[in-house]
């Protein structure tokens, strides 16, 4: 058999070729290479306004060929893509980031009529299944919490009684470690901590649901998923969130403590009066209100991954992932939003 450009050479130098005729008399047994050659030979003969006598080819080979006909190849698509312009690139861009806001306005949208739903007591939603998630969030989250808190609280006594230590001014270490793990510390780091392992586990199982069919067979039955599976989760860590975030303010606390009557020779009840001096009431506040905040954000950043993933193994992967990157984007950028406020009001 020879090849299709051997083939096309002829058709070129035989003179004016009307008509092509195949003879396969001796074909005994063909292939998919037959179906190519057949395929190019016709591709060639159409760009030139040749006439073709198919009727000799065997009928699974002239179905075979009707189906390549059928569906052209796609020549845009083979080898390396051109580079597109930039003002392309930015406005696929533009046009991907406004989808994806109308996306997050949706799902809160949605999570916001939960709420009014549940504080009307019609949103459908089984209490213990609420029950599970606040006892996931909350205690199962001591341990981790306990052990990054106090070594935070440790690692920033360390850290100013180096630099205190040079002025004299060392029971100031109780000031510095209380205030911010009151204000910033206490609330982030427990929050950075749920993200990692209550957001992704938010984000892995409402995927696998997703795989499973589960959530469609929810909305079969009438029953809405946000309601369902969304807001037993949003409500459980925007509850438990501010309590841990004040057991981590303790607890970081106590880890000043060590740092601070271990190196620097202070008292316990001296580092235990000065930070009950340096802490107001308004520091615990806005540590507890921004741990709010952020309880909902990483429910929201979760659960939305998790049920707008894909259907399969590694779309659950990518959300679980996905999940955590955008509650902690999350976390900082209200962190700040939360600093400029304060900083106004002079809190």
């Known amino acids: 058999m020879p090849s299709a450009d051997v083939v096309g050479v002829a058709l070129e130098t035989e003179g004016a070729v009307r008509r092509v005729v195949f003879d396969v008399a001796g074909l005994a047994a063909w292939d998919s290479s037959l179906v190519t050659f057949v395929a190019q030979v016709l591709a060639r003969c159409a760009s030139r306004g040749i006439g073709v006598d198919r009727s000799a080819l065997p009928p699974g080979l002239q179905r075979l060929i009707a189906l390549v006909e059928a569906v052209p190849e796609k020549h845009d698509t083979r080898g390396p893509a051109g580079r597109s312009s ?10 991907a980031g406004v989808a994806q806001f109308r996306d997050w306005l949706a799902f809160v949208g949605e999570v916001t009529v939960g709420l009014a739903r549940f504080a009307r007591g019609r949103a459908r939603y089984r209490w213990i299944d609420l029950w599970i998630e606040l006892q996931d969030a909350g205690a199962r989250a ?6 990054i808190a106090f070594l935070v609280g440790m ?3 360390f850290v100013g009684a180096v630099q205190l230590q040079q002025f004299g001014a060392s029971i100031y270490v109780a000031n510095m470690v209380a205030i911010a793990m009151a204000r910033e510390m206490g609330a982030m780091m427990t929050a950075i901590i749920m993200a990692g392992r209550t957001g992704s586990a938010y984000a892995a199982e409402l995927g696998t ?17 946000m309601e369902f599976l969304v807001l037993p ?11 841990l975030s ?5 607890v970081g606390l106590i880890g000043g403590a060590v740092v601070a009557t271990g190196m620097l020779d202070l008292g316990l009840a001296q580092y ?14 806005s540590g507890v209100g921004k741990a709010v905040v952020f309880g909902i954000l990483i429910a929201i950043a979760g659960c939305r991954k998790g049920i707008q993933s894909g259907r399969s193994a590694a779309a659950v992967g990518g959300a679980a992932t996905a999940a955590v990157v955008t509650a902690i984007v999350f976390i900082i950028v209200a962190d700040g939003i939360f600093a400029v406020v304060f900083h106004i009001l002079g809190i």
């Not at 989760?233 to 309590?243: E, F, G, N, T, V």
């Open 246 to 250: 004040v057991y981590a303010d303790f």
């Open 155 to 157: 690692i920033m006594a």
């Open 142 to 147: 001591l341990p981790i919490v306990t052990l």
């Open 272 to 285: 235990w009066e000065q930070t009950k001096h340096a802490l107001t009431v308004t520091d615990f506040a």
């Open 233 to 243: 989760r949003l409500l459980a860590l925007s509850l438990m969130l501010p309590l």
């Open 209 to 225: 649901m997703n795989v499973s069919q589960e959530i469609d067979a929810l909305t079969t039955m009438g029953i809405p998923p």
């Open 86 to 95: 930039l003002v392309t690139r930015l406005g696929v861009a533009a046009v």
